[in-house]
């Protein structure tokens, strides 16, 4: 493909090659070797090339058209998209044990939802936005740090089952602790 090819069939070609492999979770070596092709497919129209015939830098070429770049997806923020994608997805279909471990996604996933409660069975207690749209771990860190690591992907209808979040607690009790939970308890009355 030359040069004069147009902008939209180079961007056609590069991003379905990697839509459907990208849902998995690629290494930083694969996903900078498939950037090194596409480099190589953008400015010279094969699989490799020097750096002297690379006009732009890859970090400009990924920005949208409006921002001045080519409109070329980024692998790694792609990857990390699709993959918030089938967080939400295992979320609305309950499916609560396929959730994600990985951090960038549960960062993007929990910046990018706030909770409604409904049977409240897909919305865990302490790391979720249910409480006026934020977290338990972010309304108090003192009280989310004591809670036991294996409670802390319970959901809300467990929690709430004859006040089972009060178990989950098992670090020291601080004051600050001691007034979270009394926060804590004044906030869910109303619930």
């Known amino acids: 493909m030359s040069l004069a090819a147009p902008l939209w069939s180079r961007q056609l070609c590069l991003q379905s090659l990697y839509t459907c492999p990208l849902q998995l979770v690629f290494p930083q070596w694969a996903i900078d070797s498939i950037d090194k092709l596409r480099r190589a497919f953008i400015w010279s129209g ?81 790391t979720d936005r249910w409480i006026n749209g934020s977290s338990l771990h972010d309304l108090m860190s003192a009280l989310f740090a004591s809670v036991c690591n294996k409670k802390k992907k319970t959901t809300v209808a467990k929690a709430l089952h004859q006040d089972a979040w009060i178990r989950h607690i098992t670090g020291p009790l601080s004051l600050q602790v001691l007034l979270e939970f009394n926060r804590l308890y004044n906030i869910l009355e109303d619930v």
């Open 46 to 126: 094969s699989d490799s090339t020097c750096s002297a015939r690379c006009k732009v830098a890859w970090e400009t070429v990924c920005r949208p058209g409006d921002l001045g770049g080519l409109g070329i997806s980024d692998l790694r923020r792609a990857g990390i998209a699709l993959r918030v994608r089938w967080e939400w997805k295992a979320r609305t279909e309950h499916r609560l044990l396929t959730c994600s471990s990985e951090r960038p996604v549960i960062a993007v996933f929990q910046a990018a939802t706030i909770f409604r409660l409904g049977n409240s069975e897909s919305t865990f207690f302490w």
